[in-house]
T-cell receptor
Framework: EDQVTQSPEALRLQEGESSSLNCSYTVSGLRGLFWYRQDPGKGPEFLFTLYSAGEEKEKERLKATLTKKESFLHITAPKPEDSATYLCAVHTGGSYIPTFGRGTSLIVHP | DAGVTQSPTHLIKTRGQQVTLRCSPISGHKSVSWYQQVLGQGPQFIFQYYEKEERGRGNFPDRFSARQFPNYSSELNVNALLLGDSALYLC??????????FGSGTRLTVV
């Protein structure tokens, strides 16, 4: 059974304090790994797709990386507006359905 | 371009009642998926439809059903509501098997 585990569950940072979120996965035949941002009461907003180990994607203060077992979402010099829940999802070759992790709740204090 | 549209945005139902949630995908997207998200957890897959055919079903009871119409819009029906059905119901559309775009969700409260 495909499994996606995100850590930590919650993270509190001071503005400007860089950190990383982790998404580890146990799947057969990874086709893609997705990162989403979700604000309270809203639907997830797509951030990145990573397809193969070694791949990296960047967007503003966010950088996503992928290895054969996990992905990291690095947040550089975060701002309060980066506060949200960050979700990871994996898509495998045997299914059309992505499996989501439980998310990491990030709070950035000014 | 309009994104994924879900209606209603909020609703309150009584235990035992039935509810219908609606979703309009992005124009040109033929796949619609439904997810249930309980507070503090990730989205849980309920159904996926592609070209009006059911392509996947999650681990939900038969009280949950869905369909996709010729214009690719979709409805999710839940019968005999339980308190535990209270959640944010998300609809996502995609052009192919990847690149899901989510709507803002319908917040269902069962009392």
């Amino acid at each position: 059974e495909d499994q996606v585990t995100q850590s930590p569950e919650a993270l509190r940072l001071q503005e400007g304090e860089s950190s990383s979120l982790n998404c580890s996965y146990t799947v057969s035949g990874l086709r893609g790994l997705f990162w989403y941002r979700q604000d309270p009461g809203k639907g997830p907003e797509f951030l990145f797709t990573l397809y193969s180990a070694g791949e990296e994607k960047e967007k503003e203060r966010l950088k996503a990386t992928l290895t054969k077992k996990e992905s990291f979402l690095h947040i550089t010099a975060p701002k309060p507006e980066d506060s949200a829940t960050y979700l990871c999802a994996v898509h495998t070759g045997g299914s059309y359905i992505p499996t989501f992790g439980r998310g990491t709740s990030l709070i950035v204090h000014p | 371009d309009a994104g994924v549209t879900q209606s209603p945005t909020h609703l309150i139902k009584t235990r035992g009642q039935q509810v219908t949630l609606r979703c309009s995908p992005i124009s040109g997207h033929k796949s619609v998926s439904w997810y249930q998200q309980v507070l503090g957890q990730g989205p849980q897959f309920i159904f996926q439809y592609y070209e009006k055919e059911e392509r996947g079903r999650g681990n939900f009871p038969d009280r949950f059903s869905a369909r996709q119409f010729p214009n690719y819009s979709s409805e999710l029906n839940v019968n005999a509501l339980l308190l535990g059905d209270s959640a944010l119901y998300l609809c996502a559309s995609s052009l192919d098997s990847y690149g899901y775009t989510f709507g803002s969700g319908t917040r269902l409260t069962v009392v």
